[in-house]
């Protein structure tokens, strides 16, 4: 692309960005905070947040798994060969 074009897009861009009908928050902030609607998107962060650590949790939980299992079959593996077991 040409510098002209893109100092060119990019003054557009901030032309846009300080446009005061874009920097007004959505409609949903200028209701009351004690709304059904308030409540719904509450309870639909809340719910979003869950479905997040529940993947999020399932997913340490498994490498918890392989390592507590990588470390019972080394020990298993050193009491067989009479070998300690080091820490790496």
């Not at 309870?43 to 390592?67: P, T």
Request: charged share 10%.
């Amino acid at each position: 692309m040409k510098p002209t074009l893109i100092k060119t897009l990019l003054a557009l861009a901030v032309l846009v960005c300080c446009h005061p009908a874009t920097a007004r928050a959505c409609a949903a902030c200028y209701g009351q905070s004690d709304s059904p609607m308030a409540k719904g998107f509450n309870w639909g962060i809340v719910s979003l947040l869950a479905v997040v650590l529940s993947v999020l949790g399932g997913i340490a939980g498994f490498f918890f798994y392989l390592a507590r299992r990588a470390a019972a079959q080394a020990a298993e593996h050193a009491v067989a060969n009479q070998t300690p077991v080091t820490a790496h």
